[in-house]
């Protein structure tokens, strides 16, 4: 019954508090580990510099995703009330420096694509919506939203261990150790 | 560094400005102050003839207001953080507070504005009404239907009492809150009461501040030219003022921290927020400067346009183009960057170049009204109607040093009165620790 093979996801362990896990964080990350996370039920401040994160590349796409946007507010001005149907208005010139009359609709494309790029880039770099995470395989996770503070490593990890990582999360305070698989389609 | 900072680590009797290090730059501020006041009232008050008295005005309103806006902002944001009973700004609400005290010095030197040999080149308006033998409406009906219609509120008795009012209103206000903050320091029993306190008495005040920054913009700049109105004004000159004061917190707290002041209590996180204030403020700016611009461009309506006309004929053109792009375009892009706000070295860089905008903004302001006006009061004196008067910068470069100095000395003499932060809040350390 239970001899299909499981793929191992990797090892969660328990913390018993948000200060200990802040300290744990730290080792995890100055022990090279580069495929893990920390999964607690509040935000913890400051654990974004303990785990070692760099700052998201979301800007970037935010910043590009809003000049998009004043360019496609310009064309959609420009073209339809300069070129394909010069619009006067209150004797205002249909050019170039009609460009004030512009600015609302150059504004507000700015905001909508940025804000699209925030929402969608976001959700691709968390990588959601899915289905199921591995992680739901244990049985204790779901503390995770109540009153537990655990870290999970990868076994993609390149410094992961069936031994070496159990060791070390031992070491750094964990409790409740458990090699996590993913459950059986 | 600035993680975990505990009680031990807070100045039990203040952190105090040595005040032999700075008593050296605070006489020379007051000397140049002083002698620079004398040589202003004599141009004010026509000593050096009518030429000197007439373009001098102009200057000196310009460097009043350019002033007065940095003192108010002081104010705003002390009046802010306690109403938003916000937890970060502990560590630099001293500095608030400072900067806001000035205020009633700079007010000062708006007094010479009461006067009509000041005020009779600046105010046209107000030479119509002193015209008027008998009824001043009655003579106004028959002059002009605009003063007309505006004499309830543009008269001189009611604009005299606005005058006290803008000095007197705020001045009471940051006072009892500096001394409330300030009276913590000392106190062995700090407690929780001053807090509630400032809250408390920080939101109804916040009405004088918003009545203040307006009505004054509307006295002081926009009465420049009595015909012209604006809706933004207000708010305008509300978004150059934060923006500016934020400036010159930032400044004073790089300035405060690389002299070893404000140790454990502010690091990159505050100089982060402040940073996203300045960004903020920045875009706000630039948002109701261009709202502003694009009412009366649309709207096309003859007593609106003027001004935007008298500022886009010659170089007065240049400039507003160049506070297009220097004022917002760069520095939106430069603050952009979160490392940059953290570092208070390249912010206080970007704090200055915002003054330096700051200055051109209200150049834009004041100046270009001073051709237009002299040379319809009195063509044999100023020459004819004129975009500028040449060599008539001069004075604006002595009001504005005068003035600057003189800012400078009181906002030195204000840091150097107190402990540079609440050492005794119950919020410090919250502040101390504060992550964004």
Same mark, same amino acid.
């Not at chain 1, 870290?151 to 750094?172: N, Q, V, W, Y």
């Not at chain 2, 900072?5 to 002083?34: E, R």
């Not at chain 2, 009906?141 to 803008?166: C, Q, S, T």
């Given at each position: ?56 590349? %979301? ?65 691709? %770099? ?45 070491? +750094? ?13 | ?30 000397? +140049? ?65 400072? %900067? ?97 306190? =400032? ?99 649309? =709207? ?128 410090? %350390? ?7």
């Amino acid at each position: 019954m239970s001899n299909t093979r499981k793929r191992v996801y990797g090892y969660l362990a328990e913390f018993k508090s948000a200060s200990a896990l802040y300290k744990a964080a730290a080792k995890v990350r100055d022990a090279g580990f580069r495929k893990w996370d920390c999964y607690t039920p509040y935000p913890v401040h400051g654990l974004d510099d303990a785990m070692g994160l760099k700052r998201s590349i %979301l800007p970037w796409f935010v910043f590009f995703g809003g000049i998009t946007g004043c360019a496609t507010g310009f064309a959609l001005a420009y073209t339809t009330q300069v070129v394909i149907y010069p619009t006067v208005v209150q004797a205002k010139p249909t050019n170039i420096f009609t460009i004030p009359a512009f600015f609302p609709v150059l504004f507000e494309l700015t905001i909508l694509f940025s804000a699209f790029t925030v929402l969608f880039g976001l959700l691709g %770099l968390i990588q959601l919506p899915r289905l199921n995470h591995p992680l739901f395989a244990s049985k204790q996770f779901h503390r995770a939203t109540d009153d537990g503070f655990f870290i999970a490593i990868e076994a993609r990890d390149a410094k992961f261990s069936p031994e070496g990582t159990r060791d070390l999360l031992a070491e +750094i305070g964990g409790d409740n150790i458990e090699l996590v698989e993913e459950e059986e389609n | 560094m600035s993680h975990n900072v505990t009680s031990a680590d807070i100045a039990i009797n203040g952190d105090h400005l040595d005040n032999s290090k700075v008593a050296k730059v605070k006489t020379i501020c007051l000397a +140049i102050a002083a002698i620079g006041s004398l040589i202003s009232l004599c141009l004010l008050f026509g000593v050096f003839g009518k030429w000197w008295q007439g373009n001098f005005a102009y200057s000196w309103v310009f460097s009043f207001y350019f002033f007065l806006t940095l003192s108010i902002g002081g104010v705003f944001w002390t009046l802010l953080h306690n109403v938003s009973n916000s937890g970060w700004g502990t560590s630099v609400r001293r500095t608030f507070e400072n %900067l806001g005290s000035t205020y009633p010095w700079v007010f000062l030197f708006g007094i010479p504005l009461l006067f009509p040999q000041v005020n009779q080149y600046l105010y046209e308006w107000m030479n119509t009404h002193r015209e008027a033998t008998g009824n001043i409406k009655e003579h106004l009906h028959h002059e002009d239907h605009l003063m007309y219609a505006k004499y309830w509120f543009m008269n001189i008795p009611f604009w005299v009492g606005r005058f006290l009012f803008y000095g007197i209103g705020i001045s009471v206000v940051i006072y009892f809150l500096r001394k409330l903050s300030t009276s913590q320091d000392t106190d062995p029993k700090p407690g929780t009461s001053r807090l509630f306190a =400032a809250r408390k008495h920080s939101t109804y005040t916040l009405i004088i501040f918003a009545l203040t920054i307006t009505f004054t913009g509307f006295d002081f700049l926009m009465g420049l030219d009595y015909k012209w109105f604006s809706t933004m004004w207000g708010v305008y000159l509300f978004a150059g003022s934060t923006l500016n004061s934020m400036a010159v917190i930032i400044l004073v707290c790089a300035w405060l921290k690389s002299q070893g002041h404000l140790k454990h209590v502010t690091g990159p996180e505050h100089f982060h927020i402040m940073g996203k204030l300045l960004f903020a403020f920045t875009t706000f700016w630039a948002y109701i400067a261009f709202s502003q611009y694009f009412l009366i461009w649309y =709207a096309n309506i003859t007593e609106e346009t003027s001004y935007f006309l008298i500022r886009n004929t010659g170089n007065w053109n240049t400039g507003m183009i160049f506070l297009v792009v220097f004022h917002f375009i760069v520095p939106f892009v430069v603050l952009l960057q979160a490392w940059l706000k953290k570092n208070p070295k390249y912010l206080s860089i970007v704090a200055v170049y915002t003054l330096c905008m700051h200055v051109l903004d209200h150049y834009l302001i004041s100046i270009p009204e001073r051709g237009i006006s002299l040379g319809k009061i009195d063509p044999d004196v100023f020459g004819q109607i004129s975009t500028s008067i040449p060599g008539a910068f001069w004075g604006d470069i002595l009001a504005f040093v005068t003035i600057g100095a003189a800012f400078l000395f009181f906002l030195l003499r204000a840091l150097g009165q107190h402990s540079l932060y609440p050492n005794r809040d119950p919020r410090i %350390l919250e502040s101390a620790n504060f992550t964004n």
